[in-house]
């Protein structure tokens, strides 16, 4: 089972400022998600990577960017938060073959006021 | 349009008693199948999966069952026990490089003494 790593678990922010969201995996794996979940709703994929220089956009529309310059660390950035990106995000990986299994951060709940 | 759909926002089932969870897709190309628990602000946990050329997956309390004529597929949890309570999530990849997977809007079962 992998071990990922999210930061912060909880953010409270104003609107306007820019964050980062933080996500590591120690397992190697070479694929990683970033997914949206509001409250009683699917989890939406909004990034995905295939490996290090390697991101595309998720079925969601989402204003924040990604990156993966290092196959562990996969951070999600928003260069100005609206009450609109209001939400849970959430960092997944998966290790190509593994059965489409993919393994889930606890989470960062974001509250942009 | 909702590919994979739980149409029972919630259960309450009796401890010892089986709980039947239940979930349709639309799309015949997804090739796996995955079942997730999630407990509130935690990230999701994989419980079971099963692939499309099978109709039955059995891991301990957890069995998946898929009818692929019917588009759908099932989580029977037996016995149930009060830390089973969680929002369980079904989830339907199309498989290819990516390993995308598309959930539900999840049925949060509880289970009472």
């Known amino acids: 089972e992998a071990d990922i790593y999210q930061t912060p678990r909880y953010l409270v922010i104003g609107t306007g400022k820019k964050i980062t969201l933080e996500c590591s995996q120690t397992?190697?794996?070479?694929?990683m998600y970033w997914y949206q979940q509001d409250p009683g709703m699917e989890l939406h994929l909004i990034h995905y990577s295939y490996g290090v220089n390697s991101t595309e956009k998720g079925d969601l529309s989402s204003e924040s960017t990604v990156s993966r310059i290092r196959t562990e660390h996969f951070p999600l950035t928003l260069e100005s938060a609206r009450p609109s990106h209001t939400s849970q995000y959430l960092c997944?990986?998966?290790?190509f073959g593994a059965g489409r299994v993919q393994y889930f951060g606890p989470g960062t709940r974001l509250t942009v006021t | 349009d909702q590919q994979v759909k739980q149409n029972s926002p919630s259960l309450s089932v009796q401890e010892g008693r089986i709980s039947i969870l239940n979930c349709d897709y639309t799309?015949?190309?997804?090739?796996?199948f995955l079942w997730y628990k999630k407990y509130p602000a935690e990230g999701p946990t994989f419980l079971i999966s099963?692939?499309?050329?099978?109709d039955k997956n059995e891991d301990g309390r957890f069995t998946v069952f898929l009818n692929k004529s019917a588009k759908h597929l099932s989580l029977h949890i037996v016995p149930s026990q009060p830390g089973d309570s969680a929002v369980y999530f079904c989830?339907?990849?199309?498989?290819?490089?990516?390993?995308?997977?598309?959930f539900g809007t999840g049925t949060r079962l509880q289970v009472f003494p």
């Open positions: 989830a339907a990849s199309i498989g290819g490089n990516t390993d995308k997977l598309i």
């Open positions: 997944a990986s998966s290790e």
């Open positions: 799309n015949s190309m997804f090739d796996y």
């Open positions: 099963i692939s499309s050329i099978k």
């Open positions: 397992m190697g794996h070479d694929k």
